[in-house]
C-alpha cells in the first residue's frame, strides 16, 4: 500500500499545490505550467521524473550486480563440491548459470533503456525550450 500512496500523495499534493499558486496555463492540448515559471516545472515534473530514472537505473545496476556476485560464489561452491572426474558437468553448470546472468542483464537493460527512450526526448525538448526563452 505504502508503494501506491507515495506517488499518488506526490503528485496530487504537486497538482494541488501548483494549482492554488495559479502556475496551471493553457497548452494547446492540456493544461501545463506557465513557461515563466521553469522551477516549478522542475520540481513538479523533470526533478521526480528524473530521479525516478536514477533510481530505476541503481536498483537495475544493484541487481544485476547480486546477480552476477551470487553466481561467482555458487560456481566457486560447487567446484570445492565436485570431484575432478566430474569437471564436464561443473563446466556446463557454469555455462548455464553464466547464460541466467546474462539474461538478467540483458533483461534490466531493456528495462531501463525503454524508460530513457520514452522520456529523454521530450525532456530535451523542454530543456531546450527553458534555456532559449521559448515555450
Known amino acids: 500500500p505504502i508503494l501506491h500512496l ?5 503528485s ?7 494549482a492554488a499558486m495559479d502556475l496551471y496555463a493553457n497548452s494547446k492540448l492540456w493544461c501545463w505550467i506557465t513557461p515563466e515559471n521553469n522551477a516549478a516545472r522542475i520540481g513538479a515534473f523533470y526533478g521526480p521524473l528524473w530521479a525516478a530514472l536514477a533510481v530505476a537505473t541503481l536498483s ?3 541487481i544485476c550486480g547480486g546477480v552476477i556476485l551470487q553466481e561467482k560464489k555458487a560456481k566457486k561452491y560447487r567446484m ?5 572426474a566430474q569437471e564436464t558437468t561443473v563446466s556446463s553448470g557454469a555455462q548455464q548459470s553464466s547464460s541466467a ?11 531501463v533503456l525503454s524508460f530513457y527512450l520514452t522520456f529523454i526526448f521530450p525532456s530535451w525538448t523542454r530543456v531546450s525550450q ?3 526563452g521559448s515555450t
Do not use: D
Not at 496530487?12 to 501548483?18: E, M, R, S, V
Open 80 to 84: 570445492q563440491e565436485q570431484q575432478m
Open 6 to 10: 507515495v506517488p499518488v500523495g506526490f
Open 130 to 132: 527553458m534555456v532559449h
Open 101 to 111: 546472468s546474462r539474461e538478467v542483464v540483458s533483461q534490466a537493460v531493456f528495462y
Open 12 to 18: 496530487l499534493a504537486t497538482a494541488a499545490t501548483l
Open 60 to 62: 537495475m545496476v544493484a
